[in-house]
């Protein structure tokens, strides 16, 4: 079992910044993949980005591309999101998981993650 902690949401105006933290349990943090979800009111969970194993790829949602950036220290089991230039769209709850597997491929489907965060919010306001 592998426990999720978010911190760092908050409110912020629009073209500001915030950094995502995501502290994990697990005692491999290497042996997951972890990735960043984010739901808006009234509106579907939506992948966000994600990061693979050893930290050497990543991917992006196109609609946060060139903004936001995801990074891992796997000495520190945490997971970071660097969210720049936000916008109002991206006020939402956003949610880390995990994705246990030695493969290397990244995950970007809600399915295939095993564990998930409480959820931090993330208010963008105009």
């Known amino acids: 079992q592998v426990q999720l902690v978010e911190s760092g949401g908050g409110l912020v105006q629009v073209g500001g910044s915030l950094r995502l933290s995501c502290a994990a349990s697990?005692?491999?943090?290497?042996?997951?993949?972890m990735g960043w979800f984010r739901q808006a009111p009234g509106k579907e969970r939506e992948f966000v980005a994600a990061?693979?194993?050893?930290?050497?790829?990543?991917l992006y949602t196109d609609s946060v591309k060139g903004r936001f950036t995801i990074s891992r220290d796997n000495a520190k089991n945490t997971a970071y999101l660097q969210m720049d230039s936000l916008k109002p769209e991206d006020t939402a709850v956003y949610y880390c998981a995990a994705a246990g597997t030695l493969d290397l491929r990244i995950r970007s489907r809600e399915r295939e993650y095993d564990f998930w965060g409480q959820g931090t919010q993330v208010t963008v306001s105009s």
């Open positions: 697990a005692r491999t943090f290497t042996n997951y993949h």
């Open positions: 990061i693979s194993r050893i930290g050497g790829r990543t």
